[in-house]
């Protein structure tokens, strides 16, 4: 069974920091790979989606790799705003099935 | 419309009260799933369908979970004799490609057993 673990679990930084979070998972026979932003009360908001044959995705500030062999991927944010603070769930979908699995998020706090 | 549309938005139930969560997904998108958000925590998959078919269901944690998506767009969610362990928040995808796309999430429909 697929696991998903994102370190940290929470994170504050002063505004303007550059910053990484990581998520991680046990199989590594995956589909694709989603990070998502939630702001309290709200539902996610996807943010980039790599395919298991890209290593890495840029949207802006943001910039996901992907290193599916070790299991691992990381969000890169770049410049932090006080915008930027929310929670950071990472995602995947297997080859087989359809649904994803979430890791447990963290929770980022930038500071103005 | 433009996006995913849940209702109700927030729901207090008490216990051993039967509940419905609707979803409406956007317009065209044939796969539909259903997600359990504890608080503080990722969500967990409860149900997936593409267009009229449940064709998983293996994440519904108990037989008083029933989803059903009759006529392939909008879906409801059916939790019967609440419990306490029930209170979540219920979130809604959907996706233009079966199994592949990019999912689109709603803002939730949030459960309250007293």
């Known amino acids: 069974k697929q696991e998903v673990t994102q370190i940290p679990a929470a994170l504050s930084v002063p505004e303007g920091e550059n910053l990484v979070l990581n998520c991680s998972f046990t199989?590594?026979?995956?589909?694709?790979l989603q990070w998502f932003r939630q702001d309290p009360g709200k539902g996610l908001t996807s943010l980039l989606l790599?395919?298991?044959?890209?290593r890495e995705q840029t949207s802006g500030r943001l910039n996901a790799s992907l290193d599916k062999s070790s299991g691992r991927s990381t969000l890169y944010i770049a410049a932090s705003q006080p915008g930027d603070s929310a929670t950071y769930l990472c995602?995947?979908?297997?080859?087989?099935?359809?649904?994803?699995?979430f890791g447990g998020g963290t929770r980022l706090m930038v500071k103005p | 419309g433009a996006g995913v549309s849940q209702s109700p938005r927030y729901k207090v139930a008490k216990r051993g009260q039967d509940v419905a969560l609707r979803c409406d997904p956007i317009?065209?998108?044939?796969?539909l799933f259903w997600y359990q958000q504890a608080l503080g925590q990722g969500p967990e998959f409860l149900t997936y369908?593409?267009?009229?078919?449940?064709?998983?269901k293996s994440g519904l944690p108990s037989d008083r979970f029933f989803a059903e998506r009759p006529e392939g767009s909008v879906s409801t969610l059916k939790i019967q004799r609440t419990q306490q362990e029930d209170s979540a928040v219920y979130l809604c995808?959907?996706?233009?490609?079966?199994?592949?796309?990019?999912?689109?999430f709603g803002e939730g429909s949030r459960l309250t057993v007293l």
């Open positions: 995808a959907s996706s233009s490609s079966p199994g592949t796309g990019e999912l689109f």
């Open positions: 199989d590594s026979a995956i589909y694709n």
């Open positions: 790599i395919q298991s044959s890209q």
């Open positions: 995602a995947v979908k297997d080859n087989a099935g359809n649904m994803l699995t």
């Open positions: 317009s065209g998108h044939v796969s």
């Open positions: 369908f593409q267009n009229e078919a449940q064709l998983d």
